[in-house]
Nanobody, 118 residues
Framework: QVQLVESGGGLVQPGGSLRLSCTAS????????MGWYRQAPGKQRELVAA???????NYADSVKDRFTISRDNAKNTVYLQMDSLKPEDTARFYC????????????WGQGTQVTVSS
């Protein structure tokens, strides 16, 4: 079982920045991929960004050049730096992880709300 604890959401004005953190209860060496999905009211959950154990990153087209995903293996933590935020980025962001030993299973955090509004 993997527990993921997120933090860093909040209210920010358009054009502002936020940094989300997600800390795993297991070593990063056992995690194949980790990242963030988001879900806005009335919409499907969508992948925002992900990073693999090999350091390969993947971003949704809508956030490329604005969001940056990174990780700190010593802290078992993945970060999502979000810059130039737009109102359409408003959503609940969920951290997820896939274990190397169980790549077919997905573990989820409880989510953190990001609201972009003036």
């Amino acid at each position: 079982q993997v527990q993921l604890v997120e933090s860093g959401g909040g209210l920010v004005q358009p054009g502002g920045s936020l940094r989300l953190s997600c800390t795993a209860s297991v070593s990063m060496s056992s995690i194949y991929a980790m990242g963030w999905y988001r879900q806005a009211p009335g919409k499907q959950r969508e992948l925002v960004a992900a990073i693999t154990s090999g350091g390969i990153t993947n971003y949704a087209d809508s956030v490329k050049d604005r969001f940056t995903i990174s990780r700190d293996n010593a802290k078992n933590t993945v970060y999502l730096q979000m810059d130039s935020l737009k109102p359409e980025d408003t959503a609940r962001f969920y951290c997820y992880a896939r274990l190397a030993s169980r790549p077919g299973s997905v573990y989820w955090g409880q989510g953190t709300q990001v609201t972009v509004s003036s």
